[in-house]
Each structure stands twice: as structure tokens, then as C-alpha cells.
């Protein structure tokens, strides 16, 4: 009670205007399927029969989750996650890197199950503690809102740009904040803010000093409230719903399996701001068939790929173009994924771009059994907001033996050994989707969620 914010106990956060008469909705999902691909046949196995339990929490249908406008009192913002009254703010993804350093700093069993029971018992006292902050008082005050670092364009994209959507008619010209920890903020961060919030640009700044306000606006993400407290608006919804999501998004203990199934409303809002800014003529000169390339000398952390040559020719043969999307302007990305029908890439945060993929276009990710046990279900939120058709090929780990320990993250992420049966999948998937295959997808292989 004194570590986390609890919105059915603690004040300090205001909605801007009337209060929301939503939470969370029902939305289309993405087409999600997996694919075992390694060449050893064992660790093939293994990586099907986690691909069917992963399988098994999905639906046909995913959640929206509501982000809005709010006012904060007595908010520190740093090192990319808020406190008010130096309680720390279960906000969105800053709220589960919360969440994830608390489990880490106390994982011993007893206190994580302290912490789940004191939000239970904060959850029983009923609906949020969320009053209203009068809209036009609050157009006066500046903003604030976190990243988590100036490099990751995953987290960039995903967590914080779409947040600046909720204030492209605000009728302010208050400035707006935005929170990092110290280190630069890489060039592409800018670019895209400036590219599809060009209203919003003179306004911004990036902070990396931690910044104190007495009141200031910032974007809540409903998504920890979900299991923080019980609400007749959002009961009703999960009362419509598969059975076997409500246990999952009262549970406190499951957040990180929640967001599986959910994705922010701000990262609608940005897909729909950076479409709005495609020129209207289209882009019939991008490339219909794409192989994402990663160029590992402008910074990007270098991960590699071998043993691919062998699928890049197979693909070039079919009329794949490789494009580096790290040596394109903000549109052009936009343009490259939303034109494209098939895009394939190694896991990697370019795979972010799916936000903006063209409804029933395919994405096929190329990932590890690393991925699979450590990162799966990052792009799903992704894949989700668009409605894109979303496959994953779990290929061999660079350097490691099939029947090694497979490293966990915080030995590093490792590349990524492109084999035969990988290179069958991906290919297979491309004939499917092309109308060329000789016949059916063969198992092993498990379509998740949606219709194709």
C-alpha cells in the first residue's frame, strides 16, 4: 500500500472532462499462427508442443483496453515510470516495468503473494477513486509522459507515441514533456513525432532529468485497473466474454498473460493518425512483397542471422524485395508495411511496423525457441490493432546447440540459424498466401485466433 498507487484507495488522478463511459471493449483480433521449424527434431517437439499451450488462450476476439487524458497531483516522472505522492503508478507498460522490478527486487514467494493479496483487498473496496479535472483548467497545464529509453523504437512505438494523439485537439499550447531516462534520444524518435504529429512538434521536448509537478496532464492505459479494482462498467463486459479471459484480467499475478489479449486504444489512435498522413494518391510504388532487413551498422544492437542465403534466393525467385526499413523516412515506413501483402522479418522491433499493416495483409516473424520462451506475444498488440494476418516461425538459435540450455534474456539475445525446415515454413506459408502451394499447410502448426 505504501510501493503502488491503488485506484480504489489512493487520490491524485483526475479524468479531463466527463468520465469515460467505457474501459475496455471487444474488438476483431488478428489471424495468429505458429510454426515449429527447427531442424532437429526433438527441439522441433518441444517448440509444437508449446505452440499448441500457447494456442489454447486465444479467441477470435481481443480487448481494447482505454487510454485518456487525466490530470496527476504531486507526479515524479523517472526512469521512464511515475510516482504520485511517492507511489509508484500502475500505468500501461511503465506500470508492468513496475510491477516486473518488484517481482525481481523481492522474489521471494511470500512477498509477491503479500503484494497480490493487499490489490485484492483494494479491488473489494469497488470502483476506481478517478474524479474529473475540468477541461478547459486542465488545457492550461503542461504534459508529461514517460519512455522508457531514446533508442528502442519497439518501445517508442508501442508505449509512448500514440500517447500524443489524446492531445492533437486539446486547444493548448502547454508544453509537453517527455520523460527518459539520461542518454540520447536517437534521431527516428523525432523524425516520427514530427512526421505524424506535425501539429504537436514545437510543443515537445525529451526530459532526461526526472521532473516533479504539482498537477499535470499526462494518458492513463486502464490496463492495471482491470484487476485493481471492480467496476460494474467493466464486469459487464467480461461478462460477455470467453470464460477463460476474466480470470486472467482479475488476476493480478497475470498481467504479463493479460496483455496478450488486449492492445491500448492510443495505439489505435496512433495507427490512425500516421495513415491519415499517407499521401491520398496511395503507395502503389512500395514493394508487395517484402523481406524487412536489419542493418546492423547504424547502432542497432547486432543480434544476426544465419544460414538465411538459401531462403533469400528462394524468395527473390517469388519477387520478395529486401528493404532496410531503418534507411527509411517515417512514411515511407508506414507506406512500405500498410502497401505490402506479405512482409517477412526476423524477430526483431521492426516487426513494431505490423501497428500499420493493411487488414488481412501477412506478417511472418522468424524467431527462436529464445522467442518463444522469453518474448513471444510482444507483437501481438501490434498485429491485433491492425487486423494483419500474423505468423511465427521458431527457427534455430545462432551458436547453440539443439539439446543446449536455451540462454535466457539476460544472457543476451542471441541471432537467429536459419535451417531447412524454417526455410520449408516460411516458404510454404508464402505459397499459401500466393495461391501457389501443392497442398495444405502440414502440421506442425496451430492457428490461434481469427479467420483467413
Known sequence: MDILHMPAVHPGLSYVGDPPDWIIRPA?????????GSDDPALCARQHAMLVRQGRMMTENVLEILSAPVVLENARFERGMVQLANRFWL????????????ATANDERWRLERLNRAIRRTRAKGPARIGTHDAAEAAKLGVAIELKNGFNYYHFSTETLGSLAHFLNDGSTAPIRIHLPSGKVKSFIRRFVATIFPSLADRITFERA????????????????????????????????????????????????AAKFTYDSSLRLLREAALAQLPRAGHSSTPRLIWMGRDEG???????????KPLLEELAALGFEQVAFEHLSP??????????????????AGLAN???????ATVIEIGTRQTQLHRWGDFLKCAHVSRCNYDTVFADIEGVDADARVPAMSDGH??????????DRVIAIVGEVLGRASAP??????RMTGTR
Open 331 to 348: 512514411l515511407e515506413q508506414v507506406a512500405a508495411m500498410n502497401g505490402a501483402d506479405i512482409v517477412i522479418a526476423p524477430h526483431g
Open 414 to 423: 542471441r541471432g537467429i540459424r536459419v535451417g531447412r525446415n524454417a526455410t
Open 441 to 446: 499447410l502440414e502440421a506442425p502448426q496451430h
Open 298 to 308: 547504424q547502432g542497432a544492437r547486432v543480434r544476426g542471422i544465419e544460414g538465411h
Open 28 to 36: 476483431k483480433a488478428a489471424a495468429v499462427r505458429l510454426f515449429a
Open 210 to 257: 526526472a521532473g516533479d509537478y504539482d498537477r499535470v496532464r499526462s494518458v492513463y492505459s486502464h490496463q492495471h485497473l482491470l484487476y485493481a479494482v471492480r467496476d460494474p462498467m467493466i464486469d459487464a463486459v467480461l461478462a460477455g466474454v470467453d470464460p477463460r479471459w476474466p480470470p486472467v484480467l482479475r488476476d493480478p499475478s497475470r498481467f504479463k498473460q
Open 91 to 102: 500505468n500501461g507498460a511503465s506500470g508492468s516495468r513496475v510491477r516486473t522490478q518488484f
Open 354 to 360: 505490423m501497428i500499420y499493416a493493411r487488414p488481412g
